[in-house]
């Protein structure tokens, strides 16, 4: 289908008339809800629609193929979980609409072409200690949660969605002996779904290692769960600069004043924001969306760092789109939007060979 832009980024409609909006949706939705339930991101987390019957007593309005999907739990790829959040933002769109098919299961799932793999970064291979993997000389990724507050239907890590991380002991055990890393990025799943106190420890024990400069999160909570940005969070986070925060917004959509609030508070700390999207068809995969949305960060304070052409994981093939297609949008950025909306295009290679750039190709 067709692009569909939902009525909430057509007027971009003030923080009083989306709060307005978010609140009908609560009481309609979760009558026995207040307004702090809904400010509190552990109840975001518990009251997660886990089950097509949830999905549906939210969004009555679904389309025969969301339907037909939701019922065929045995084909999905993962999990469901949608936190009521994300869930006020699909029922703002139509059915079928863009932010619906990233988080609403497709029957399409349960098909795996060519060339798709369950591990399609080789992961495992290039797995030094439960849980951390280091592809390149320097720099090592620590998955230090298996859940997310949503679980995106084009994950690459679906093998290990929604299950317990390994206990990092090990992973810091070999990053205390390996001076060569300088760089360690936190990602899972998702490191802010866990408590501040498990994710504090796991910061202090990356810092008290001399040779890991830089620390990395990876999360999604900015666009599916901005309530979990708090400022006990933030006053934690703080303390283990240089910290560097890697959100992933996908959508113009997701663009909410919540998200700004949430991006405002780390920049405030002093947290610098880079943006990570996957390229995905019919969902983003055109110059308008892409231009709105990395302009959309921008004034947010979000640097947009990669646009991902879709890596090859099973059952993916009907949300990839082409690397011909990101590079057109590319060329058309070039002169077309700020220098500083232009992200990197960036294949990560099957099997572990790590991230190579398509793009910006200026030149013809
Ligand atoms: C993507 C990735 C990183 C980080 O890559 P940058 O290009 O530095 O952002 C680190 N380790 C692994 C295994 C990765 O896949």
Redesign the pocket.
Known sequence: GGLAISPAMKQSPSSQACARREQVFRRRIFPEATAADWADWRWQLRRRARTAAAVACALPELSARERLALAKAKVWRMPLGITPYALFLLSLEPPDGPLRRTLLPDAREGRVVQGELRDP?G?KA?EVAPGL????PH???LLAAGDCACFCRYCTRARTAGKAPPEPARALAWLRKTPEIR?V?VSGGDPLTLGDARLERLLQALRRIPHVELI?IGTKVAATLPQRITPALVRMLRKYRPLWL?LHFTHPAELTPRAAAACRRLLDAGIPLVNQTVLLRGINDDFETLRRLNEGLLTLGVKP??LHQGDLAAGTAHLRSTMAQGRAILRQMCGNTTGYAVPLF?F?RPG?G??VPLGPAWAR
């Open positions: 970064l992961e290039h993997i280091r592809s390149y720099k090592a990724l760089d990025l990395r890697s760092y990669y960036m990560d572990g790590g991230k």
